[in-house]
């Protein structure tokens, strides 16, 4: 029955309309078909056919069968068998079956399915359907290699007929007759024959007859007819498709099935498109768990779905073709039939991965073994998606993880995802929730690498898809902003801010999305609201007005926010209130009707009322009046706003400062303040009669006695507009701006507030400090506070103006900003608990970081160069030097006695941790430092004046400029992931103090950096001269006579933060991305052109060797160890850059020894020290080890020379060699020593099997050093017994241990019987140690230190493996006669038998540490080792000798 239905499924179908030709046919054709001979003069063929149940018709009427068709092969069988004429009569049969269907009406009949009769009522024949008449005379086998060759001859008449009116193909329904037989008599004959007709046949037959040969030939044919195939198939492609499928048919055998395989493979680039899915599916459905990868790799590589794709007209030409080529084939649509193919290709691919393990985990091996950023394919993404998609054998995780390691290591990049959502968005479609899902894994990712291709993900699908898949885009995006985690909700909102301005039509619909982030603003930092609201303003406030149905909902939510009393409520209104304004108030684009392109005046009345609503709503608290200035400023700086609504903030601004904070200078000061008023910091001398002043502290005293009234009566004073100090800097800063804005960057109309004077008080108070009660205290250091503020705006202000006269002036308000500085330390340190005014009132609330005492930054000051405000009191006094005329204050400052400013520094607070309570600097400020260095070797004795006519900088102001960029770039350019940590912690936000600077991207921080580096290199040579010209007058010594400590910390300060801000500007990741290889290359270029012109036309390579170069030459004056450690890093890093890091690693390495064997002394003479010299020695030492030849020589050189001299030197002497090295450093040598041993024996490569002898006897000398290393420096616990040694000796030492046993044992089994002495003198060594770590844990116990003896058990059983580990290379190499085990005594580190634990001693067995004696050994050395004793049944015996003798050498 199974067969009939397989047979029906074939046959039905053609046979049907096969009748009606036929009936057709009887009709127009009566005459020439009605007479038939046959009827008459019956042949043997039709006498036996009518007896056996099957009558013939003619005409066009099918035949007929009376009884089952198996009752009538069984009556013909029996008939022939039978007749007398056997065997002659099946040559009879066959003539006369030959000659009846020599008709072609006849033989279509004898072809088509008999009809059962039923008129007679014959019950016999009972099934509907019936076979041919050839098909059951070719299960009767005498007769069956007769009929099939009579058919196949027949076949050829009908090759080029084509399909008739009825769809009747003579040829398919031949080969159908062949289908399924119970038995082929002579199944390689027709195997033949079926080829051989392949071979002439057309290219219809041709398909017809290789699909249907798994069908008709048996399992014996079927490597036979792969093979033909297969050659078919490399030499006609039209016919892959049948052949594939005919061959994966076929039942193959492996061998054969591989060189199938080959040889597709080979011609699969010459495969036309149409065919590829079949060839991929074949391809992947055909291989085995073995050769998975290899196949995969292979088909990987082959398969160039960049070129499936034919540019348009091409591929209209080829449809063109293909439909007048054959008549049978429709011509494909043009637009999508590429896509199409390339689906198909990827459906197989997906159903292959799906239902078998092993082709998963092939693409993900075969796709991680790209290693070019050129070699990955469209292809590899494609399939990360399916597998992510499917999720077969959980390959979703490892599509993911795959995916991340591409992407972080830089091999996987945008360009390549551009390419394929640009080529196959069609395709991509169908994988759109795998994309969904991988964007947010890469978008909440921790690693800063791959979060921009997780937003270009999402980028790319909001482009190239349907409004659904927008949708979703848009809603997940607003899921990562409500999710509040830093990093996530800025990229975000920067992606939602790009789609807003790439398509702004199509995000309009989806506006009501993106305003349910203000339901979560919580959780949003002001950077981020102010860039949520800029997106939400230019979606509803637009020039096209897209999305104006939220602009109802958006004023309601800003007028709630302003009338808010909670101040972080009322700070999101009023950021809201201004983004809302830039964009109702932006500047117009000219169209022919309107204006001058002009905004309407109803806008324009809006935009007034608004500004008007946000200005009273933070009038009663000052901090929300600051605010609202620095945001308005922001405005104006970033945006394009329109000339009225300009002009009017303009007018209003400038109006309210001068009422405000602006008074004319009188003779007298008038008002009752804490501390007697005068006025100060004047630049302007010659115009004091009738100038201006800041009148400061009258604000300031009045702010601080209506604070106090607020107090007092809570409810009265609370609407009334404040005038408070607090706004002053702010207020500069919005003035500033909206006259640069209007006058194109002029600022005449203001530079009076450059040089006027501010009313303060005399700061000789400073002095009295103890005097003072807590309230004066506090009043005295917020003046100090907002005077520093308002200096660091002006500087901030004036910086880019190009008179001399006004450099001057702001290089004078630097110097004030270093003096006050040193003033404000001093003052602090006397005003515990003081709580300082904000600064950036952008930032949450000022909670939190207030230094309890100054005792702990004293101790920092004392020990570090690198502080801030190193010495201010000293520096001031210096660099003010320029000023022309100087105030009666300004002469104060300079008539303190060196000892005593000493003594005031001592005493300062650091202001490091009150670095959030003053106002940002601008990037722009650091182009002061494009101005030359003032150092003490320019100064003459007639007040300076050679020097004034040129701008200079002085050390101080230097310094703390550069302290500035260096924490600028260290927020900017340095990796992300540091940013993002703060999330659990709640107040530590380390981007208070960088609002200005986060609305800069890292390309343009880089971008400034590189514009300023010929102004830092000129200040490193500045540097390097100063201490050339100190050691030549000094004659080579640092601490001369004639060094000044102060100006020596100043200079070393300098030269360290020159070093470090090159360095954090070439560590920039960017560097490496292919669109600023230009930029890399300018930065190298300014270096190599200090040494060396023409660096525009130099290569990569030559850039960095001469950069390399510049950089060295300032080996020679280094102050101090952590300015030689920033040296060495820089010069790593630059190195890096080149691509060939490696040939630099002998020049780094030299340099680092040179720095380790070099004296380090300070300006005072004494010898550096303390945990930051510590730190840097760590990390150049780790330098030295890392980049240095043979790490394991080196090692030896410093542990068993340089430690040896510090053994015979005398208490505070160092080694000789190593003058870094003494007692208190031993611990960081001893650290890197044992780590970087460690790591090195990790890195020595595994045994092999194939090794030679050469080989093999190389990586025992190497593993013999190793273990020497370790030996001495184990030993080295005797002498150096203190905790932390301890503790790096049993961390390190288990280390050693576990990679002894995995890579080192290995190599002992294949080397003993070859080397024998070396390896028994090996582990001879290393049992020492051992034995040595043995005694450590027993020290460990018996002083119960936790943090030791947390070290033990896994030391003890690594200890345990080693011994079992030895006996069984003894055991491999016949030798396990030479092993003994015995007891090893518990000894404290000096030797001693820890005696609390001689009762237990033969109920324990502590063998952990016992080692092997092979026979050769001498009588002696078995007396020598008194852990070893032959181990007998029942029988221990102890051994008492001292094992001190052991380990002493």
């Known amino acids: 029955m199974m067969r009939k239905k397989r047979r029906s499924s074939v046959d039905k179908g053609e046979g049907a309309p096969g009748t009606t030709k036929a009936k057709k046919s009887r009709s127009t054709g009566h005459q020439q078909k009605e007479p038939a001979p046959e009827e008459t003069n019956e042949s043997v063929f039709g006498v036996f056919v009518r007896e056996a149940g099957v009558t013939l018709k003619h005409g066009g009427a099918s035949n007929e069968i009376a009884v089952d068709q198996v009752v009538f092969q069984k009556r013909i069988q029996q008939q022939l068998q039978k007749s007398p004429r056997y065997p002659g009569i099946i040559q009879e049969f066959t003539t006369s079956l030959e000659s009846h269907i020599e008709d072609a009406e006849r033989f279509r009949n004898c072809l088509l399915p008999c009809v ?39 076949l050829p008449e009908f090759m080029l007929d084509g399909t008739g009116d009825g769809g009747l193909s003579i040829p398919r329904i031949i080969i159908n007759q062949l289908k399924w037989l119970d038995r082929v008599v002579d199944s390689k004959e027709l195997a033949a024959k ?42 006609n492609t039209q016919l892959t498709v049948p052949i594939l499928d005919a061959l994966s048919s076929l039942n193959l055998s492996p061998s054969l099935l591989i060189e199938v395989r080959g040889a597709i493979m080979a011609t699969l680039a010459a495969v036309q498109l149409g065919d590829l899915p079949v060839v991929v599916k074949f391809i992947l459905h055909s291989v085995s768990a073995s050769d998975a990868y290899e196949v995969v790799c292979n088909l990987r590589k082959k398969l160039e779905l960049e070129q499936c794709l034919l540019p348009s007209v091409l591929q209209a030409s080829q449809s063109h073709v293909k439909s007048k080529g054959s008549v049978t084939s429709t011509p494909t649509p043009v637009a999508g039939s590429s896509q199409d193919s390339v689906a198909l290709i990827l459906d197989g691919i997906k159903s292959a991965v799906r239902f078998q393990k092993t082709i998963s985990e092939a693409w993900l091996k075969a796709i991680e073994s790209v290693d070019k950023v050129v070699d990955h394919k469209v292809i590899d993404l494609l399939v990360l998606f399916i597998l992510h998609l499917t999720n077969a054998n959980q390959s979703r995780r490892g599509a993911e993880r795959l995916l991340k390691v591409k992407v972080r290591t830089g091999l996987i990049q945008e360009a390549l995802l551009q390419r394929t959502f ?34 270009h993900m999402y980028r790319h699908s909001f482009t190239a898809f349907d409004s659904y898949c927008q949708q979703e885009v848009v809603g997940s995006l607003v899921t990562h902003v409500c999710s509040g985690v830093g990093g996530e909700v800025d990229v975000a909102l920067e992606l939602l801010c790009g789609l807003v301005t790439e398509k702004p039509s199509e995000m309009a619909q989806y506006a009501v999305f993106v305003k349910g982030i203000l339901d979560y603003m919580d959780n949003l930092t002001p950077q981020q609201i102010r860039r949520l609201f800029h997106l939400l303003s230019r979606l509803a406030f637009g020039q096209q007005q897209q999305g104006s149905h939220i602009q109802d909902d958006m004023h309601i939510v800003i007028r709630k926010q302003l009338s808010s009393t909670v101040p972080k409520y009322k700070r999101i209104g009023i950021i809201g209130a201004v983004m809302i304004v830039g964009s109702m108030g932006a500047s117009r684009v000219k169209v022919k009707e309107s204006q001058n392109g002009l905004i309407p005046q109803e806008a324009l009345r809006q935009v007034t009322a608004l500004l008007d609503l946000v200005k009273s709503s933070s009038e009663s608290s000052p901090e929300s009046a600051a605010l609202y200035y620095d945001e308005l400023a922001n405005l104006i700086l970033n945006s394009s706003l329109d000339p009225q609504v300009q002009e009017n903030i303009a007018k209003s601004v400038l109006d309210d400062f001068q009422n405000d904070f602006v008074v004319d200078l009188g003779p007298e000061i008038s008002g009752s303040f804490p501390f007697p008023a005068r006025v100060m910091y004047n630049l302007d001398e010659e115009e004091s009669q009738g100038g201006i002043a800041i009148n400061l502290l009258p604000v ?13 009566q809570t409810k009265k004073a609370h609407k009334c507009r404040r005038l408070s100090p607090l706004c002053l800097s702010p207020f500069f800063r919005l003035l500033r701006l909206c006259e640069e804005k209007q006058h194109n960057g002029d600022l005449e109309e203001i530079d009076a507030l450059l040089g006027c004077p501010l009313i303060l008080t005399d700061m000789d108070v400073v002095d009295k400090m103890e005097s003072l009660s807590k309230a004066e205290r506090e009043f005295l250091c917020a003046l100090l506070f907002h005077t520093i503020n308002w200096c660091r705006e002006i500087v901030n202000g ?16 630097l110097q ?62 210096e660099s003010s030097s320029q000023l022309e005329e100087m105030t009666e204050a300004d002469k104060t400052q300079q008539d303190h006695p060196e000892k005593e400013k000493e003594k005031e520094v001592r005493q300062g607070v650091s202001l490091v941790s009150y670095r959030q309570f003053f106002r940002e600097l601008d990037m722009e400020v650091l182009s002061v430092l494009q101005c030359g260095l003032l150092s003490r070797s320019l100064l003459d004795s007639e007040l300076h004046t050679k020097v004034r006519e040129e701008v200079l900088l002085g050390p101080a102001e230097l310094v703390f400029l550069l302290e500035d960029m260096l924490r600028k770039l260290e927020f900017s350019l340095t990796a992300t992931s540091a940013k993002r940590l703060p999330f659990l912690k709640g107040r530590t936000d380390k981007s208070v103090g960088f609002s200005h600077l986060q609305q800069s991207s890292s390309k343009d921080i880089a971008s400034c950096c590189i514009q300023l580096l010929p102004a830092l290199c000129s200040h490193l040579e500045n540097c390097h001269n100063h201490f050339q010209m100190r050691l030549s007058e000094n004659n080579g010594v640092v601490d001369g006579p004639a060094t000044d400590v102060q100006e020596h910390q100043l200079m070393s300060s300098s030269y360290q933060l020159l070093l470090q801000v090159l360095n954090t500007t070439f560590s ?26 023409g660096g525009a036309e130099m290569s990569l390579e030559q850039l960095v060797k001469h950069s390399f170069e510049y950089l060295v030459n300032f080996r020679s004056t280094m102050p101090s160890l952590s300015t030689a450690l920033c040296l060495s890093q820089l010069l790593s890093t630059v190195s890096e850059r080149g691509g060939n890091p490696a040939a630099y ?60 001299e510090l053994l015979n030197a005398s208490k505070d002497e160092s080694s000789a060699s190593w003058p870094t090295l003494n007692r208190q450093t031993f611990l960081v040598f001893y650290k890197v020593l044992m780590a970087e041993l460690e790591k090195a024996v990790r890195k020595i490569p595994a045994c092999k099997i194939s090794d030679n002898a050469e080989v093999q006897s190389e990586k025992l000398l190497t593993w013999n050093l190793a273990v020497r290393d370790f030996h001495i420096l184990v030993n080295l616990v005797k002498v150096f017994d203190s905790r932390p040694v301890l503790n790096v000796c049993l961390k390190y030492g288990r280390l050693f241990l576990e990679s002894f046993l995995k890579l080192g044992m290995p190599l002992l089994d294949n080397s003993f019987k070859r080397h024998k002495e070396d390896v028994q003198n090996l582990l001879k060594t290393f049992q020492l140690s051992t034995r040595q770590l043995h005694h450590m844990c027993g020290h460990s116990k018996i002083n119960q230190d936790t943090s030791l003896t947390n070290h033990v058990p896994a030391l003890k059983k690594s200890l345990e493996l080693f011994v079992y580990r030895v006996k069984a290379m003894l055991t491999l190499n016949n030798c396990q006669e030479a092993f003994w085990i015995g007891n090893l005594k518990n000894r404290t580190l000096k030797g001693e038998e820890i005696l609390s634990q001689i009762p237990q001693r033969n109920e324990e067995k502590e063998d952990d540490d016992q080692g092997e004696l092979p026979q050769e050994q001498s009588e002696d050395e078995a007396q020598d080792t008194d852990s070893e004793e032959s181990m007998k049944v029942n029988k221990k015996e102890d051994v008492d000798e001292d094992d001190s003798t052991d380990d002493s050498d």
């Open 116 to 154: 059962p009769r039923t008129s007679a009522g014959d019950s016999s024949c009972v099934n509907s359907f019936q076979e041919s008449l050839l098909r059951m005379l070719l299960g009767i086998e005498t007769l069956q290699t007769f009929i099939i060759n009579t058919l196949l001859e027949k």
């Open 194 to 235: 079926l080829m051989e007709l392949v071979s002439v046949a057309p290219v219809e037959v041709q398909r017809d007859i290789i699909t249907s040969l798994p069908e008709i030939l048996e399992d014996s044919q079927h490597n036979d007819i792969a093979r033909e195939l297969n050659s078919l198939l490399q030499e």
């Open 422 to 455: 640009r080529d196959y968005a069609q395709v991509m479609r169908g994988y759109f929730p795998s994309i969904l899902a991988l964007a947010q894994s890469l978008l909440r990712s921790p690693d800063p690498c791959v979060v921009p291709l997780g937003g």
């Open 700 to 712: 300031l005293a009045k702010d601080i006695q209506s604070k106090a009234e607020q107090q007092s």
């Open 798 to 813: 004036f910086c880019r103006q190009k008179e001399v006269e006004m450099k001057m002036k702001v290089m004078n308000r």
């Open 816 to 877: 004030n900003i270093t003096y006050l500085q040193s003033l404000l330390e001093r003052a602090l340190a006397e005003t515990p608990g003081y709580v300082p005014p904000v600064a950036n009132f952008d930032g949450e609330s000022t909670d939190g970081i207030l230094p309890s005492s100054a005792a702990p930054v004293n101790k920092a000051k004392k020990e570090g160069t690198g502080k801030k405000r190193k010495a201010p009191g000293k520096n001031s006094s």
């Open 1068 to 1093: 920039w990741s960017g560097f490496s991305q292919p669109g600023q290889r230009s930029l890399r290359k300018k930065a190298l270029g300014v270096l190599a052109g200090r040494l060396k012109e």
């Open 1145 to 1204: 690693r002998e020049q780094t390495a030299s340099l680092a020894k040179r720095f380790l064997s070099q004296v380090w002394v300070t300006a005072t003479g004494e010898k550096e020290r303390g945990n930051k010299f510590n730190e840097a020695l760590h990390t150049l030492l780790r330098i030295y080890l890392e980049h240095v030849d043979d790490v394991l020589k080196a090692v030896e050189a410093i542990a068993g020379e340089g430690i040896p």
